[in-house]
DNA sequence: TTACTCACTTGCAAAATAAAAGTTACTAAC
DNA sequence: GTTAGTAACTTTTATTTTGCAAGTGAGTAA
């Protein structure tokens, strides 16, 4: 156990709010665009870092740590020699189909700008 | 215009891709706390400096500030002498629900230390 | 032997956040 | 009219996180 302020649970780091709990985990300008690639077939360290937004290589292996870390992805090795790893949305990932949906959403309904990802079914 | 990267929207910082766009306005681990606490009909500074996160009060008046200049709250004189603010959900806020219905259903799925919140319908 | 690629890691400056104390406008109590 | 108190912020300073550039290690290909 690691804190105990009249017990919140381990698993979440300032209260048992799950807004809060999810922004623990996912509440940074990176993380969601690192599994938004990942739902659009994106894999290697390589494809996450060349999309469009230019991801700095240390933020992104810390994401994808945590990521792990929450099983949110999974990282396998797809080829030895030369040794190449294949990074994937788990259950609880792809779980988050509903809130990228309802932010793309929102973003296209009020900002005009943003373009259509209709392809995210 | 401010930037002209091969034309991203003045509107967009990063990219026009809408979780993009949507993060740059709310990806951080606080401004969707406070958009919570508005839903749950907390409105005056001092209310939303009490909730159980115990947010900085200078995050908290940044937070406010971004909230109305993307006028997804808006802050009225509810009371002359003493001058008293009240801080209010606008359209574009209340549209915000089903992101935050969303990401709590997959919270409470996945960690079972999060409290239930059906409050919020 | 040299050049190149992928998947990271390291170092350092700049920016954002956190905690505490301070400010301004006003009321209420003594 | 002086002291105490409150709401809504702001300021200061220290700590943490981020961003950029460069570097590393395992392996391939020429």
Redesign the interface.
Known sequence: MKQNKTSI????K???????????IL????T??VV?DMFFGKHTFKELQQS??KIPSNILADRLKRLQKEKIIDRTLYQERPRRYAYNLTQ?GL??K??????????????P???D?SKVK
Request: charged fraction near 25%; proline fraction near 4%; aromatic fraction near 8%.
């Open positions: 649970s381990s698993k979440c300032r209260s048992r709010c799950p807004v809060a709990c999810m922004l623990d509440g940074d300008k990176w969601l665009l938004r469009m937004e609880k779980d988050l509903p809130v990228m949906q309802s932010l793309i959403a929102w973003s296209n309904k009020y900002n700008d943003t373009y990802m």
